[in-house]
């Protein structure tokens, strides 16, 4: 046995015994298994969730979202479904709410709903930042756009949570590899910045592209980078960012580098150095952007 399977469909056929299946395998919820070994991944608690329902569930939310293959979801979360009937069981939250059928799709035969559902679903039930997270990875996995999620938003007007959705959807972005880039983002935007391009390219005389910059604002050649921890213990990856850092400031561009402690302990930090990249690069709109009284430290006012 590979994979998950309900245990009573493998007895009732043959294919394991009552002694081999609580041996050799690991229960997810009643009567799905798991073989001993393999991992409990998001996307294989979504689909056990989806077993454990009878095959009637649809799985919605963060869930969905993992089948859709999107990262960065937390595989220790309860599994989500929306279903009309039945009880709850630890480890799967379960909605009540209602679908229509060009909500739901089918992917590897399981119901789930479609992208722009699951985005609705996301943006209306997680904390801001949260929300925006996955919803940058569901649009970089997916191509969804947040119009296609907007557009339900007019279809069931009286949902709760709509409101965060719009915000979130407002700063979604499928440009975002990583939840820091994510948080990068979205600190720029509360300082009172504009929405920064995602994945930018930038080309050499030759018109050849030889450096893509995590986000940025191209019209002042400022750009900001956010280095994970690879970038400082790999060293063929810290000379290749060396090399390129070279290259782009002899195209002009300032380059703002981000760490995880400057965007976790001194958020300030990161936006004082954004901003003065932006004074330094004379950029002709800065001087319009309100930028709040809680980054007001350092070169920032």
Not at 50 to 66: E, H
Not at 140 to 148: D, K, M
Request: charged share 25%; aromatic share 6%; net charge positive.
């Amino acid at each position: 046995m590979s994979g998950l399977f309900l245990g009573s469909e493998a007895l009732a056929a043959g294919m394991v015994t009552r002694r081999r299946l609580r041996r050799d395998h690991q229960l997810v919820y009643r009567d799905v298994y798991l073989p001993k070994g393999e991992a409990l991944t998001a996307a294989w608690r979504a689909e056990a969730a989806w077993l454990w329902s009878g095959r009637r569930a649809v799985v919605a939310g963060k869930s969905a979202a993992t089948l859709h293959r999107a990262k960065w979801v937390d595989a220790r979360l309860p599994a989500e479904l929306i279903r009309r009937s039945g009880k709850g069981v630890q480890g799967i939250t379960i909605y009540r709410d209602g679908l229509r059928a060009d909500e739901v799709q089918a992917v590897r035969g399981i119901s789930v709903t479609t992208p722009a559902r699951t985005a609705f679903d996301i943006g209306r039930r997680n904390q801001l930042i949260d929300a925006v997270i996955h919803l940058d990875a569901l649009a970089n996995a997916t191509g969804l756009g947040p119009s296609e999620a907007a557009d339900l938003t007019k279809r069931h007007s009286g949902a709760r949570g709509v409101t965060r959705l719009r915000r979130a959807l407002e700063l979604m972005d499928g440009g975002a590899e990583s939840p820091p880039e994510t948080r990068t983002r979205m600190l720029l935007v509360e300082a009172g910045l504009p929405k920064p391009q995602t994945q930018i390219h930038v080309y050499d005389e030759g018109g050849y592209p030889f450096a893509r910059i995590d986000m940025g604002y191209e019209d002042c050649l400022v750009g900001v980078e956010y280095d994970g921890e690879q970038h400082w213990t790999d060293p063929q990856r810290r000379a290749h960012d060396i090399d390129k850092s070279v290259e782009l400031t002899e195209h002009g561009w300032i380059i703002v580098r981000v760490s995880a402690d400057m965007l976790r302990y001194r958020p300030w930090v990161v936006v004082s150095r954004v901003v003065d990249a932006l004074r330094a690069a004379g950029c002709p709109w800065l001087a319009e952007c309100p930028l709040t009284t809680r980054f007001a430290r350092g070169n920032v006012s």
